[in-house]
Every structure is written in structure tokens, then in C-alpha cells.
């Protein structure tokens, strides 16, 4: 019987009439009789979830409060807890239906699965599988808009991705999250999410057919990101949905120098063209990644064989001019800002450069961009040491009260240490 159950709500739910797939819906409630039903039936109601239709979107919230009023015994289930994990990221969906509903689910899920949830997804932090921890993180996200408390012991961990991470968009999705989940740009980039091409859904272990986009695999499911994956990336860089954008992005910052083992020297160009014109995007993601690959090609050993010394020189005013500009953007932005400037610094081999970096930084007023957050001023000290200068008048509580102990300055080696600049 549960063979001819889960084959019908199969058949129901691949149906193009909406209409079907709610009918789905009321079949699964109407036959859940235990755990063992509801733990087979758990991964179409996800699904569900992210179905195109709003109102079957909204039925199936429904179901999901009907199944907490009237099946108590299943709420306590590890079925449940990923089921309503995926209900929180619908909040990011700008859709007045959609949230008037998800409220009035939110609110009648008890506090201690709330917490269970949290709990349980905060291990995920630790995964080397980085789709298990972007998910995890984005589930994080979701639940911390409405349930801040519960979020907040597990603070250190979260902070710990902001600067260790070594996948760029966990790190940005941190920052965004201690920063500006409300803003309105932020909250338009994240209403597109929600959609079954970028929820990998087999993370949870539901054993379900669902084609996440290729971009989402290659970076964060890669353990290696090389020529091949940059090529697939750089097919999807023109594509008019923001997401797949600032995943190609992503995937190009990530690995940077394999663009010259693909590109020629006029190549090159054309792509420099296309990255310089997106420093002036108006959405900060897109601005601040065109920025850090842009970084990246001028500190590239090789540059001079594929970019002329006047195409050099202009990329770098291009930068230093829109560094004053994102120094006085949002927090995420300023930091990612300084770590490029850094990035140019370390690794250039063009003394001239290197001085244009280093006159520009005296114009900076670096002790203010310390006071501002803590991470503005882990990234300040990154780039003043970067560029040898000493970092010790900047361990006093007038800068930043948090590395002070005792009301004694850190010697600058122990600093260097605590900001994982000296081994």
C-alpha cells in the first residue's frame, strides 16, 4: 500500500496542473498515521514547498500546520525538523500571501524544536562539504529573522566562517546576515533563492530527482575549482538572473589564474572590459567580486604578457578610484575592499605598483575604518601589515577596546598571530 501511495503522490506532484499537485498535498496529510509514513512522504512535502505555484506553495504550509495541531507525536521526529527548516527559508520570498501564512505557521512550532533545529544545523557548520554548510548557514539565516534568540549561542561559529571560510559566498552570506538582512537590496537578491534549482535538497538525504543548477554544484559542491569548472562559469557570466551571476562570479574569484591557462591575450582584454564595467553594478555582491577578480588579474605574476602597461595602470586607478567609493559602502563591502588592495600589494612584483598602493593607503584614514566593526579592523591590520607598516599603535582601547587585555597593547607578533597573519 505504501508503494501505490508514494507512487500516486509522485505522479500527483509531476503533474503540470497545479491543481494536481495541491491535490498532493491533501493526500499525503490524509494518510499520515505515524512516523514511518510521515518520514516517507517528508521529502515530497519539501518539495512542495518550492513549487512554482504560489497557492500550491501556500497549501502546502497548510499541511504543515495541520500536521503540528493534529499529529503531536510526529513534531519531535528528525523528518520534522528538516521539514520546517526549509519552511523558514520562504521567508526570504517577497510575497505578502506567502508571509502571512508562513507567520501564522512560525508560530505555532514549539520553541524547543525551534532549538533543536538550530542546534542540529550548526554542526553542519563544521562540514567539509560545503553544500552541507552553505545550506545549513542559509537555514540559519531564515530562522535568525525570526528567532534571533536562538541563534545567538551559536555566534562563534558563525563569526568563525566570516573570516575562515574558504568559500567567498558563506563568507558574504555571514556578513549580510550580521549586517543588513533587511536592506533592500539584500532582500530582493535573497527573495530569488528560494527555488528548488538552488536548494540541493539530497543534502537532507531525501533521495528526490531534482536538477540543482550546474553552478551550485561546481562551487560549492567542487573540492577543486580548475579550468573546467571555470569554463562552465564563464558560459553562465551574461545570464540574466542576478543569482546565476554572482555564482559565475564567484566561481571565476575563486580561481582566478586559470582564466590565462584559458584566455589569449585579446581574451584577456574583453574580459577585463567586462569586469570593470560591473564595478559600477548596482547590486554591492556584484560590485565587490568584480573587484576582488580584478585584484587578483592585476597581482598575477605573469599580467605584463597579456595586458599592456597603460591597460595595467588604468584597471588600478579604476580600483583605487572605486576603493574611496566602497570605503564608505556597507561593512561587507569595506572589508573585501581592503583585502583586495592587500591581495594587489602582497602579491604584485611591479615596484610601481606597489608604491601607487602605498601612497593611496596614507590617504586613507585607517584608524576611523578600524572603529567602524570588528572586521573592518581585522581587514585594516591585514592590509597596514601587508604593506610594513606598524601595526602596534593600533592594539589601544581607543581603536578597538576587544584586543586590548588589561589595559596592556599586545606585543605585534601576538596580534599578527590572533589575526592569522604570523604562524
Do not use: W
Request: with cysteine; aromatic share 10%.
Amino acid at each position: 500500500m505504501e508503494y501505490g501511495l508514494l507512487n500516486n503522490i509522485n505522479q500527483l506532484i509531476q503533474s503540470n496542473n497545479y491543481g494536481e499537485r495541491i491535490s498532493s498535498i491533501n493526500l499525503i496529510v490524509s494518510k499520515i498515521g505515524d512516523k514511518e509514513v510521515f518520514k516517507k512522504v517528508t521529502p515530497y512535502l519539501v518539495k512542495l514547498l518550492y513549487d512554482e505555484n504560489m497557492l500550491v506553495r501556500v497549501n502546502a504550509l497548510n499541511s504543515i500546520k495541520k500536521i503540528i495541531s493534529e499529529y503531536p507525536s510526529i513534531i519531535n521526529s528528525p523528518e520534522f525538523e528538516k521539514l520546517i527548516s526549509h519552511v523558514y527559508i520562504l521567508g526570504f520570498t517577497q510575497c505578502g500571501i506567502i508571509s502571512k501564512t508562513l507567520s501564522s505557521l512560525i508560530n505555532s512550532i514549539p520553541k524547543d524544536t525551534i532549538k533543536n533545529i538550530v542546534t542540529q544545523l550548526s554542526y553542519n557548520l563544521y562540514s567539509s562539504d560545503g553544500l552541507k554548510r552553505s545550506l545549513a548557514l542559509f537555514k540559519i539565516s531564515a530562522i535568525s529573522r525570526y528567532h534571533p534568540e536562538y541563534v545567538k549561542d551559536i555566534l562563534p561559529e558563525i563569526m568563525y566562517l566570516l573570516t575562515n571560510d574558504k568559500l567567498r559566498l558563506i563568507q558574504i552570506l555571514v556578513a549580510l546576515m550580521l549586517e543588513d538582512f533587511e536592506g533592500k537590496e539584500t532582500k530582493m537578491i535573497f527573495s530569488k533563492i528560494p527555488r528548488l534549482k538552488y536548494i540541493p535538497l539530497d543534502v537532507d538525504g531525501f533521495g528526490l530527482e531534482v536538477d540543482v543548477h550546474p553552478l551550485i554544484k561546481i562551487y560549492f559542491g567542487s573540492k577543486h575549482i580548475g579550468k573546467e569548472e571555470i569554463k562552465k562559469a564563464l558560459e553562465y557570466l551574461d545570464d540574466n538572473d542576478i543569482i546565476i551571476e554572482i555564482l559565475s562570479l564567484s566561481i571565476i574569484e575563486h580561481n582566478v589564474c586559470a582564466l590565462f591557462e584559458l584566455y589569449n591575450t585579446k581574451e584577456i582584454r574583453d574580459f577585463v572590459d567586462k569586469i570593470l564595467n560591473r564595478l559600477q553594478c548596482r547590486y554591492g555582491i556584484v560590485r565587490i567580486l568584480s573587484y576582488l577578480i580584478l585584484s587578483k588579474i592585476i597581482a598575477y605574476k605573469d599580467i605584463r604578457n597579456y595586458l599592456d602597461e597603460e591597460l595595467i595602470n588604468h584597471c588600478l586607478s579604476m580600483l583605487l578610484e572605486n576603493c574611496e567609493k566602497f570605503l564608505m559602502d556597507r561593512i561587507f563591502i569595506k572589508c573585501y575592499t581592503l583585502e583586495a588592495i592587500s591581495t594587489i600589494y602582497t602579491n604584485c612584483e611591479n615596484p610601481k605598483i606597489k608604491e601607487r598602493i602605498k601612497e593611496f593607503c596614507k590617504k586613507i584614514n585607517i584608524r576611523d575604518l578600524a572603529c567602524d566593526h570588528q572586521n573592518c579592523y581585522v581587514y585594516s591590520i591585514l592590509l597596514l601589515s601587508s604593506i610594513g607598516e606598524n601595526v602596534e599603535d593600533f592594539i589601544t582601547p581607543d581603536v578597538y577596546p576587544d584586543f586590548v587585555g588589561g589595559g596592556k597593547k599586545l606585543e605585534k607578533n601576538h596580534l599578527l598571530r590572533y589575526l592569522g597573519i604570523l604562524n
